[in-house]
C-alpha cells in the first residue's frame, strides 16, 4: 500500500474549464500545428519510400480511403440488400464538366519527378 505523502490529488474541473464555443487558445493551436507537421512529414516519408506500382497503388488506396471515410453519426451509402447508393443524375448530362476541362482553368501541371528523393 502507498504511504499518504506519495498520493497526488488531483481536483475536479469546474464545470466550465471547457468550452466547445471558446475560440482556441494560443497553446492549442500550437499544438495543433505541431501535430499536423507530424502528420505530414510521416506521409512525405512514406510518399518518398515507393518504388514501385504496387506501393503507389497501396498509398492511393489508404488515402483515398481516409479522404472518403463517412463522417461520426453518417449512414453509409448502401441499400439494405448491400448494393450501393446511386446518385442522382444531373441535369446538364456532364456538359458542365466537360466546359470546366476544356477552358484549362484549374489544370494541374505534372512536375517531373527527379531520381533522387
Do not use: C
Request: aromatic share 4%.
Amino acid at each position: 500500500m502507498a504511504k499518504s505523502e506519495n498520493i497526488i490529488r488531483i481536483l475536479k474541473l469546474p464545470s466550465d474549464a471547457f468550452n466547445k464555443h471558446r475560440p482556441v487558445s494560443d497553446l492549442l493551436w500550437t499544438q495543433v500545428e505541431h501535430l499536423a507537421a507530424v502528420v505530414k512529414g510521416m506521409i512525405d516519408t512514406e510518399r518518398r519510400a515507393i518504388d514501385t506500382e504496387e506501393q503507389a497503388s497501396a498509398f492511393i488506396k489508404k488515402y483515398t480511403a481516409f479522404l472518403h471515410q463517412p463522417a461520426a453519426g453518417d449512414k453509409p451509402d448502401t441499400s439494405p440488400n448491400g448494393t450501393g447508393k446511386r446518385s442522382a443524375r444531373s441535369s446538364d448530362n456532364g456538359v458542365g464538366k466537360k466546359a470546366a476541362r476544356s477552358s484549362g482553368k484549374g489544370t494541374m501541371t505534372k512536375t517531373p519527378r527527379s531520381s533522387k528523393r
